[in-house]
């Protein structure tokens, strides 16, 4: 028996995958696969972003007429969400 780390019930952030966690316990090599698939979703990661160009933080980037700006807000729904999201709006 392996032993349990304080933070196994919060890390993963789903169902499943807290279902995956707790089987590594019974079955190492579930863990192994585990490790396999977070690889290959980094290099997932990797492959489709890096080309994108980096952003910076601050206002000194110059959009000329018609050039978009796109961002990805996620979490709005909540008190503080619906205010950075109308912050982004203004």
């Known amino acids: ?13 789903t169902i499943a995958g807290l279902a995956a966690a707790l089987s590594t ?3 190492p090599s579930a863990a192994t696969h585990a490790r396999d698939s977070a690889d290959a979703l980094r290099a997932l990661i990797t492959k489709y972003t890096r080309d994108l160009p980096v952003a910076r933080a601050g206002n000194d980037i110059a959009l000329s007429d018609g050039d ?11 008190n503080i969400g619906s205010h950075i999201f109308a912050y982004l709006l203004d």
């Open 68 to 78: 978009e700006r796109v961002v990805l807000l996620t979490g709005s729904t909540g």
């Open 25 to 27: 316990l019974d079955d």
């Open 1 to 13: 028996m392996q032993r349990v780390y304080v933070n196994l019930v919060f890390e993963p952030p």
